[in-house]
């Protein structure tokens, strides 16, 4: 089972950036670089949304909302994903949970709250 902590969210300005960093733990020493590692965000009353993906292989995939703003990142050697967040908009403003993927075996994080406000 992979236990995964997101950390980095906070009130930032339009325009400003943050850093949102994953770290998983758990039994995934040998298995956490096969894993598909995405970010996805919600806000009340809406589903969840598929905000980046980065694949075992390294592939990454956005969001129209998040394509040319958003980078997806990943450092298998310390069994984390980061998700950073460029000019950002009021509209980005939800709960990130980072999620992976193997097979059929999902996990999530608890998410982090990102506010965009001024």
């Known amino acids: 089972q992979v236990q995964l902590v997101e950390s980095g969210g906070g009130l930032v300005q339009p325009g400003g950036s943050l850093r949102l960093s994953c770290t998983a733990s758990?039994?995934?020493?040998?298995?956490?670089?096969?894993?598909?590692m995405r970010w996805y965000r919600q806000t009340p009353g809406k589903q969840r949304e598929l905000v980046a993906t980065?694949?075992?292989?390294?592939?990454?995939t956005y969001a129209d909302s998040a394509e040319g703003r958003f980078t997806i990142s990943r450092d298998n050697d310390h069994f984390t994903v980061y998700l950073q967040m460029n000019s950002l908009k009021p509209e980005d403003t939800a709960t990130y949970y980072c999620?992976?993927?193997?097979?059929?075996?999902?996990?999530w994080g608890q998410g982090t709250q990102v506010t965009v406000s001024s």
């Open positions: 980065v694949t075992s292989g390294g592939s990454t």
């Open positions: 758990g039994n995934i020493f040998m298995f956490y670089r096969m894993y598909d």
């Open positions: 999620n992976s993927a193997y097979g059929n075996v999902e996990s």
